[in-house]
């Protein structure tokens, strides 16, 4: 069985891929997601209608992420290198503006698969650096 820190890894390289029902594959059935500065969405289900969400309005790859720790409860933290494409509701409009954004997140692992995703980053510093601010 592949380590917490494997699993990680490998959500972070088919989110890279664009590789959705890769990511899906690696998380829980009831999977929590703690949305960056909003609640908790639960299910795959839900965490899929958020993937199609953000396909459609972000263009992003992740660089530089580094896995913090092993066991049940594991850390990581990245470089967001983005583009805005699509206006996402309740955000100012999308004109194609590009950022470099750092991230964090914090998972639960259950049986092998990823229980728990929450999200980080500064809201405040992406509007800025889209223009908004």
Request: glycine share 12%; no cysteine; charged share 25%.
């Amino acid at each position: 069985m592949p380590s917490t820190a494997d699993t990680v890894r490998a959500y972070y390289d088919r989110f890279n891929a664009g590789d959705w029902e890769g990511m899906l594959a690696l998380l829980s059935e009831d999977v929590a997601h703690d949305l960056n500065q909003g609640g908790r969405e639960t299910g795959r289900a839900a965490f899929r209608a958020f993937l199609k969400r953000m396909e459609g309005s972000y263009k992003e790859k992740l660089e530089d992420i580094v896995i913090l720790g092993e066991g049940m409860r594991i850390a990581a933290e990245y470089l967001v290198v983005g583009k805005y494409v699509k206006t996402d509701a309740g955000l100012p409009p999308a004109t194609g503006q590009t950022y470099r954004l750092p991230g964090g997140a914090f998972f639960d692992i259950t049986g092998g698969r990823i229980s728990r995703v929450t999200n980080y980053y500064n809201l405040d510093q992406w509007l800025r650096l889209i223009g908004a601010r």
